[in-house]
């Protein structure tokens, strides 16, 4: 198994672009989540999904747009990119939301936008 | 008051050494609590989950006081290798609140 994969590693944007970060995971877990964590911070969660067709906001989901068509397929959609949405961008996927569980996360996007 | 905040660090210790991680939580009615660790540029992974009644993973022991809403990790003689930032998680409604992490540099 992969596990989480995300795609671009790496990405570099100008003020205003767009660009969606592509998140897949391969152990048909029910639950998935974007974070993204500042230097020095804490993760924040952005949206998160509890399967396929439902979504729902996290503690910063301004400026960002998700859709779940798959088990497997979470993308993280930004419009109209600004510089505070530099950071790295990390995708998770767990098995359940409750109780004793472990996310698993992917390797992350690092995102600068200038 | 941070939801989740954990001592700011950074840890300097010497191989062998004794170091303990502290952690508070604001809300009262969170469900479960996880330390991950986080290697530099990298994501984060469980390290242990924390029970009511403590566990021990073996140089590792995590500790919760639900009273005091208090979360510790203690690593028991200290290796090279245990050079990363420590986060203490709260498990909020299936939702995780992360502390913004303790780093640890363990030296030779």
């Known amino acids: 198994n992969a596990g989480v994969t995300q795609t671009p590693k790496f990405r570099i944007l100008k003020i205003g672009q767009s660009m969606t970060l592509q998140c897949a995971q391969d152990?048909?877990?029910?639950?998935m989540y974007w974070y993204r964590q500042d230097p020095g911070m804490g993760l924040k969660l952005i949206y998160y999904?509890?399967?396929?067709?439902?979504?729902d906001k996290g503690e910063v989901p301004n400026g960002y747009n998700v859709s779940r068509s798959t088990t497997e397929d979470f993308p993280l959609r930004l419009e109209l990119a600004a510089p505070s949405q530099t950071s790295v961008y990390f995708c998770?996927?767990?098995?359940?939301?409750?109780?004793?569980?472990?996310?698993?996360f992917g390797p992350g996007t690092r995102l600068t936008v200038t | 008051r941070k939801e989740v905040e954990q001592d700011p660090g950074p840890f300097n210790v010497p191989e062998g050494a004794t170091v303990a991680f502290n952690c508070t939580y604001s809300?009262?009615?969170?469900?479960?609590f996880f330390w991950y660790r986080q290697d530099c540029r990298k994501e984060p992974k469980l390290l242990m989950s924390?029970?009511?009644s403590g566990n021990e993973d073996g140089r590792f022991t995590a500790q919760l006081n639900r009273a005091s809403q208090y979360i510790s990790l203690l690593i028991r003689d200290s290796k090279l290798s245990d050079s990363a930032t420590y986060l203490c998680?709260?498990?909020?409604?299936?939702?995780?609140?992360f502390g913004q992490g303790t780093e640890l540099s363990v030296k030779p």
């Open positions: 998770a996927s767990s098995q359940r939301s409750t109780g004793l569980y472990e996310q698993y």
């Open positions: 152990m048909n877990h029910n639950y």
């Open positions: 999904s509890v399967g396929a067709g439902i979504t």
């Open positions: 809300n009262s009615a969170s469900q479960s």
């Open positions: 924390v029970y009511s």
């Open positions: 998680v709260v498990n909020e409604g299936g939702k995780l609140i």
